[in-house]
């Protein structure tokens, strides 16, 4: 796999499936003060990306991989709020939204992925709701300056010099966000971290809401609706999970 691949759901948000496997995970005293630093902070976390805000998890000093710490840096300077090793049951997913149900996974140069790990995994993630993005190693570690020609690097920096320099910096960028770190989180910036993303993410919210009201004959204010507390009907949807 040389490109970024994007995995879409197949489960309900908030009646996951879990299937059965159980993959490597971190050593057991880190994974642990990983697992418990975000169960403290898991409902802070989604509130506040409901109001499109990140909050700090200085809780711990995190290891990073290369090209995880790469992609820490490049979704920073992006702008993108995604958190580090975020735990799902068995899994520590490199960046993840626990809200969007996005998941950021990127591959080391010395633990590359197999066939059946990126199946299995995908599997999973999918099957409870998650939208997964792999990056390769080698895309992990290719920037925008990296592959494109030399007047259009310069035209991003400087400002457009030729007619036809905008057009064509258009035409290149589906490419740059299949096959670049940056290009990849400029896109998903827009994708999913816009003002008209956050609206459809929140919308998604209260028709979830509703729906649970109906199956379980209950009445909220609309005050609770609008609050989101959809994010407290999760007793299925199992985002810690089992610790192996």
């Known amino acids: 796999m040389s490109e970024i691949r994007e995995i879409l759901p197949q489960g309900n948000l908030y009646q996951g499936r879990v299937c059965d496997f159980h993959p490597p995970v971190a050593p057991e005293r880190y994974a642990q003060e990983v697992r418990e630093g975000y169960s403290r902070r898991h409902m802070a976390i989604k509130e506040a990306a409901a109001q499109g805000r990140l909050i700090g998890v200085n809780f711990m000093h995190f290891e990073y991989a290369p090209n995880a710490e790469r992609a820490m840096h490049t979704r920073y300077a992006e702008g993108v709020n995604l958190y580090p090793q975020y735990p799902f049951l068995h899994l520590f997913l490199t960046l993840a939204c626990p809200w969007r149900k996005l998941a950021v996974l990127v591959e080391e140069e010395e633990t590359p992925w197999t066939p059946q790990q990126i199946q299995d995994e995908d599997e999973l993630l999918t099957l409870n709701g998650w939208r997964v993005y792999r990056l390769p190693g080698h895309a992990a570690r290719t920037f925008q300056k990296d592959v494109l020609p030399d007047h259009i690097s310069y035209g991003l920096e400087n400002g457009w010099q030729a007619d036809g320099e905008a057009e064509e910096w258009e035409k290149l960028q589906p490419q740059m966000r299949r096959v670049t770190i940056d290009g990849f989180f400029k896109w998903l910036r827009k994708e999913h971290f816009s003002q008209g993303a956050l609206k459809w993410y929140r919308n ?26 959809a994010h407290d009907f999760e007793g299925d949807h199992l985002d810690f999970g089992p610790v192996p």
């Open 204 to 229: 998604r919210d209260r028709q979830l809401v509703s729906s649970y009201i109906a199956r379980n004959q209950f009445v909220l204010t609309s005050d609770e609706i609008t609050a989101g507390t």
